[in-house]
C-alpha cells in the first residue's frame, strides 16, 4: 500500500470515529496549532484531530498505532519549550484536547474536582470558588493553559510556595496508553499505598508515555482574606532574609514570594504604562508577597504590614506598599504577570527556567550576572521568578536598538551554558516548571547521569514500544553527544 493511500484511510477512518468538522486538513486551519507560542518552532502536521471523550481518543490511538502514524498531543499551545509542536515532516497526527472540557464532578467534602484535560485551568479556578473551594494553581497562562497541559509539563506558578506544583495538586488520572487502552486511575484518595505509583509517571512526561485525558485534582477552602504588597530592597539577599521573616511571622499564610528586578518593573511599565498602579523603582529589586488568612481582611493586611515595618525599621526593606484594595493587589500581580509579555514586546530574548536552592540564591544572581555581562557586555539582564520555591527566569535581553536575531545566534549557547552550569554547580535544575520539550533535549543529555538516561529510555520502551507518542520530545535521540551546546 502507498504512503498517499495509507494517509487516505487513515483520514477516512478519523472522519468516522469523530464526524465532520474535527478532522481539519487544510494549511490555513492547522497553521495556529502547528506553531508555538514563542514562535520557535513552525512544524506540519497530517492533520488536527479534536475529540469529544476519552473513547474517541482510544480509537484515534489506536487507529494511529495501526497505520503507525506519531501523535502529538496538544491542549492550549501556550508551552515554551516547543513540546506541542509536531515536527515538519507532515506526517505526524495533532491530537487537540480541548473539545475535552467537562467538569466531571465537584466536591466541596472530599475537596477533589474531577477535570477534563481540555477545561482551561482558569474555567476550573471559578467552578470551584462557586462552590467556596481554591483550585491553587495559578500561572500567567491560566486563562488559555488547559488542565492536560499544565499536568503534562508539571506546571508550578506562582502558589507552589504554599500549595505545590500541579503534581502536588493531582490525586489520579485516566490515560490512553500508547496502545490506545484506556487506564482509569481517577482516585480520590489521599493515601493509596498500592504498588507503583503510576500516576506519576504521566505527570511530567510531555505526552511521551500517554495521553492524559481527565484528572483527580486537590481543592482547598477559599481563605477568609488575601492581602498582596510589594517591597523594594538593594540586594537578592535581601530578599531572602524577607522572605526567612516571612515564613517564620506568616506561616503556611504565606502562599506567594516573587521576585522582580528593577529592569523587570520598568519593561512592563514602558510597554504597558497602564499597569504597576503607580510604583515606581527605586531599589534594584522587588518582592510581591501575598498572604491569606483565615479570619479577616483588616487581620491579614495588619500582620503584613507589621512584617514590612519590621523590615522598613532594620533598613532590610527600603519601601514597601501593602494593596488598600482588591483592584490594586491586581495591579500589582498585573505588573509580575506581564514580564513575559513585555519582553515579548521588547523582542527576542535568551530564556532561562533554572531552579536553585534558596540559600544558594544571592550568590547565584551575583556571580551570574558578572559571567553573563563579560561574555555579552551590552545585554540586559531580566530576572524575575519564584524566590519562595526558589525558581528563577533568569533571562537575557539584546541590547536596545541592536539586531536581536543576531544577538541569539552569537550568544545563546554562551549564555545557556553559563546560566545552566551555574545552577547545576549549586545543586540546581535547567529546568524548573518549563519542561524539557524539544528545547532542552541536549541539556538533559548534558546534565542527567548515564543511568538516569538509560531509566527514562526503558520507560519509554516499556510503555510506548514503537516510540509513536509525541516523538523527538524529553529524550535526546540516543546517538547525540554531550557536548550540550544547541542554542
Not at 539577599?237 to 506568616?250: K, T
Amino acid at each position: 500500500m502507498t504512503p498517499a493511500r495509507r494517509r487516505e484511510l487513515l483520514l477516512d477512518a478519523l472522519h468516522a470515529v469523530l464526524g465532520a468538522g474535527h478532522v481539519q486538513v487544510l494549511e490555513a486551519e492547522l497553521e495556529p496549532w502547528t506553531r508555538d507560542w514563542r514562535g520557535r518552532y513552525q512544524g506540519r502536521a497530517l492533520a488536527l484531530a479534536s475529540p469529544e471523550s476519552t473513547a474517541q481518543v482510544a480509537q484515534l490511538i489506536e487507529l494511529c498505532a495501526a497505520h503507525e502514524v506519531a501523535v502529538v498531543p496538544q491542549g492550549g499551545n501556550t508551552g515554551l519549550v516547543g513540546g506541542a509542536t509536531p515536527d515538519a515532516s507532515g506526517q505526524q497526527l495533532l491530537l487537540s484536547l480541548r473539545r475535552m472540557q467537562r467538569i466531571r464532578a465537584l466536591s466541596p467534602v472530599d475537596g477533589v474536582v474531577v477535570a477534563e484535560a481540555g477545561c482551561v485551568v482558569q474555567h476550573v479556578q471559578q467552578q470551584a470558588q462557586q462552590q467556596g473551594m481554591l483550585f491553587p494553581l495559578s500561572l500567567a497562562a491560566e486563562g488559555s493553559a488547559t488542565i492536560g497541559g499544565v499536568l503534562s509539563t508539571n506546571a508550578g506558578g506562582t502558589a507552589v510556595l504554599r500549595y505545590g506544583n500541579a503534581r502536588a495538586l493531582c490525586l489520579g488520572l485516566e490515560v490512553v496508553t500508547a496502545q490506545g487502552r484506556i487506564w482509569n486511575g481517577l482516585s480520590s484518595l489521599r493515601k493509596d499505598n498500592t504498588g507503583y505509583d503510576l500516576r506519576d509517571l504521566f505527570i511530567g512526561a510531555e505526552g511521551t508515555l500517554g495521553v492524559i485525558t481527565a484528572a483527580s485534582l486537590q481543592l482547598f477552602p477559599l481563605p477568609a482574606a488575601q492581602c498582596t504588597a510589594i517591597a523594594q530592597l538593594a540586594r537578592v539577599a535581601d530578599a531572602v532574609e524577607l522572605l526567612q521573616r516571612a515564613r517564620a511571622a506568616l506561616g503556611a499564610g504565606l502562599t506567594a514570594f516573587e521576585l522582580m528586578s528593577a529592569h523587570s518593573v520598568q519593561l512592563v511599565q514602558e510597554h504597558f504604562p497602564q499597569l504597576g498602579g503607580g510604583l515606581q523603582a527605586q531599589a534594584p529589586w522587588c518582592v510581591l508577597l501575598e498572604f491569606s488568612d483565615s479570619e479577616s481582611q483588616a487581620h491579614a493586611r495588619q500582620r503584613l504590614e507589621q512584617l514590612l515595618a519590621d523590615g522598613l525599621d532594620g533598613g532590610l526593606v527600603r519601601d514597601a506598599v501593602v494593596a488598600q484594595s482588591l483592584a490594586q493587589a491586581q495591579a500589582m500581580w498585573a505588573l509580575r504577570e506581564h514580564i513575559p509579555l513585555a519582553q515579548s514586546r521588547q523582542g527576542l530574548n535568551i530564556k532561562h527556567d533554572i531552579a536553585v536552592p534558596i540559600s544558594a540564591m544571592a550568590a547565584f544572581v551575583e556571580s551570574t550576572a558578572e559571567l553573563v555581562l563579560e561574555c555579552c557586555p551590552e545585554a540586559r539582564l531580566v530576572v524575575f521568578g519564584h524566590l519562595g520555591d526558589g525558581n528563577l527566569h533568569y533571562n537575557v535581553q539584546a541590547p536596545r536598538g541592536g539586531d536581536a536575531a543576531e544577538f541569539l545566534r552569537r550568544h545563546q549557547a554562551a549564555c545557556n551554558r553559563i546560566v545552566h552550569d551555574a545552577a547545576a554547580a549549586c545543586g540546581g535544575s535547567f529546568s524548573a516548571e518549563h519542561g524539557i520539550g524539544q528545547l532542552k533535549t541536549s541539556e538533559l543529555q548534558r546534565y542527567k547521569s548515564p543511568l538516569a538516561l538509560e531509566l527514562m529510555r526503558a520507560l519509554k520502551a516499556a510503555l510506548d514500544p514503537r516510540g509513536l507518542l509525541n516523538p523527538g520530545k524529553v529524550l535526546p535521540p540516543e546517538a547525540a553527544g554531550t557536548d550540550g551546546d544547541k542554542p
